[in-house]
């Protein structure tokens, strides 16, 4: 079955960092290019960032430039999203995503993130 | 960036009834050098995450019911569900993939009248 699991979300402070997950299983997920989108409660779908297949290349919504880094372990079919500087405004369900000429075609359940003190 | 316009914010219909959901992007996602529209219409049901109804402005996904079609091209789209059944109760979302950043519009409610 083609899945994918976001693991990592929870509380954090204002200032804190979070590193989210997202195991890929059922497909060649190297071959893939990989993204993350975030919707806050309540809210639409928002991008977040995007990166290639090897991992090479990346590329990142203008609201989380600089403090979110995404990046692949392609051994472990695993994706990751290092979220620092976190602000209120974060706060959101982040999803995984398999990129394709389709658009997003599979999506994880997503993992919640709550950025308060 | 891309802006994505849906119409409209939400829209009730009764059961069995069309329903007819607008997508306007403020730029062409028309690709010529395939001739494809890279637009995507997503489904999304309370405490779910969203899923793929259609691709390419007008293939529908694998497994989606043939009540759900899709048109449109270059900066103008319609989902529409021809014969509205209970479990299609749900926010619908478009979105552009032909640039970065990938946008989505802000979302259509539907309901049952």
């Known amino acids: 079955e083609v899945q994918l699991v976001e693991s990592g979300g929870g509380l954090v402070q204002p200032g804190g960092s979070l590193r989210l997950s997202c195991a890929a299983s059922g497909f060649t997920f190297s071959s893939y290019w990989m993204h993350w989108v975030r919707q806050a409660p309540g809210k639409g779908l928002v991008w977040v960032s995007r990166i290639n297949s090897d991992g090479s290349s990346t590329t990142y919504a203008d609201s989380v430039k600089g403090r979110f880094t995404i990046s692949r372990d392609n051994a472990k079919n695993t994706l990751y999203l290092q979220m620092d500087s976190l602000r209120a405004e974060d706060t959101a369900v982040y999803y995984c995503?398999?990129?394709?000429?389709?658009?997003?075609?599979?999506w994880g359940q997503g993992t919640m993130v709550t950025v308060s003190s | 960036d891309i802006v994505m316009t849906q119409s409209p914010d939400s829209l009730a219909v009764s059961l069995g009834e069309r329903a007819t959901i607008n997508c306007k992007s403020s730029q062409s996602v028309l690709y010529s050098s395939n001739n494809k529209n890279f637009l995507a219409w997503y489904q999304q049901k309370p405490g779910q995450p969203p899923k793929l109804l259609v691709y390419w402005a007008s293939t529908r996904e694998s497994g989606v019911p043939d009540r759900f079609s899709g048109s449109g091209s270059g900066t103008d789209f319609t989902l529409t569900i021809s014969s509205l059944q209970a479990e299609d109760v749900a926010v619908y979302y478009c979105q552009q993939y032909y640039s970065i950043p990938l946008t989505f519009g802000q979302g259509t409610r539907l309901e049952i009248k």
């Open positions: 995503e398999r990129g394709s000429t389709k658009g997003f075609d599979i």
